[in-house]
């Protein structure tokens, strides 16, 4: 194989690979997972908003709104790092609210359009489903958070899965 093949197929490999574990984690242990996505995400935004404020306080330029949005970062990032539970709560809620919202986007869109097409009717039942599907989660979330973190570690195991099938395909068919 040739170097350029062979640095593809190991930058491909490394994220299928940490895919695999990451769905598997998500479908063990549910809660703990998401606990540590939180926390790096908490801590990015710590790093984020330190940098902001110290490029305010030491840099060239002072843009007020520099400062702001760097101690709001770290801030937001410092609540999260240490209620980490409470922010994987909200996760079913969140998705109950983006799933409502969406079908009645896809509800309102339809409406303005003029499109009479056969999908027409298909689009109203998945509009339905989903601020059924919304509603649902709003009014039961702990019931549907634990399915939701296996619903994804599932996606994420299945992607996994697919890359490693076609780097296997690339290349069998890259060495012929």
Known sequence: MSEMIKRLYRAKLVPAILSIAFGIAL???????????????????????????????????KEPMQFVVGGFAALIGFLAWFNAGFVVSLFPIITGIVLLLNGLSNLATLS??????????????FSVLMIAGGIFILFHPAAVEGALMVYIGIGYVINGIFDLILLYQAKTVLMN
């Open 27 to 61: 479908i063990i242990a549910r809660q703990s997972a998401m606990e540590v996505i939180v926390k790096i995400a908490a801590g990015m935004l710590i790093a984020c908003g330190v940098g902001c404020v110290l490029v305010y306080l030491f840099g060239p330029v």
């Open 112 to 125: 303005m359009s003029d499109v009479n097409t056969g999908n027409r009717a298909l689009i109203i039942i």
